[in-house]
């Protein structure tokens, strides 16, 4: 029983494999990143790394990332700032380490 994991745990990495599902939708080929904020067993906002809206969704010259694509993370938490969402208490599940 001490090698089960928490319910906690559990929904954790259910979040993390969402968030990879979510990655997806990036057009980066170097690197695709997924986030979701999630409170009280819900997704409240979500996003992933690419390029602002108006754009071309090309993210990599020369395999360097350009300076003006968007972090998922940062996606995810405008995206929940411009809602009607409170993040108090919430969760950020993130595919990468911030940077």
């Not at 259910?14 to 997806?24: F, G, K, P, Q, V």
């Not at 690419?50 to 754009?55: H, I, K, L």
Request: with cysteine.
């Amino acid at each position: 029983m001490a090698n089960e994991l928490s319910k906690q745990t559990k929904l954790d990495l259910r979040y993390l494999r969402m968030a990879r599902i979510w990655a997806e939708n990036s057009y980066c080929k170097r690197r695709q990143v997924g986030a979701l904020v999630v409170k009280d067993k819900m997704i409240i906002s979500d996003g992933y790394n690419g390029t602002p809206s108006g754009f071309e969704n090309v993210c990599e010259d020369n395999n360097v990332t350009k300076p003006y694509v968007l972090h998922a993370e940062a996606n995810a938490i405008t995206k929940l700032a411009r809602s009607s969402n409170n993040s108090e208490g919430s969760t950020l599940y993130v595919t990468a380490s911030p940077c």
